[in-house]
């Protein structure tokens, strides 16, 4: 069992990218399908911890679970590139 320890990561990844782009694409409209919603929750998460980082986002912290707070900055993110590359793309 301890050999599959090192995906835990991965799968936790992925399965936040899947979630934060799911709820970025129902918010904003669009389908693009599971690829799609992860691909730009991955990348929502590294804009939303970016700005994070920076100091341009400041969410208050959902004591009762982490993961929430990860979901809703990956969504932040992954709203912003929806939204940059719709800008981009006309």
């Not at 990561?9 to 919603?37: K, T």
């Not at 929750?41 to 993961?67: M, R």
């Not at 900055?73 to 590139?81: N, Q, R």
């Amino acid at each position: 069992m301890d050999q599959y320890a090192a995906y835990a990561p991965w799968i936790m990844m992925v399965l936040n990218g899947f979630v934060a782009g799911f709820i970025a694409s129902l918010l904003l409209g669009g389908r693009g399908g599971i690829i799609r919603d992860v691909f730009v929750g991955i990348l929502g998460s590294f804009v939303g911890g970016a700005l994070v980082q920076a100091g341009w986002l400041n969410l208050p912290y959902f004591t009762d679970s982490p993961w929430l707070h990860l979901i809703a900055i990956s969504t932040i993110g992954a709203l912003l590139i929806i939204v940059l590359a719709r800008i981009i793309g006309r």
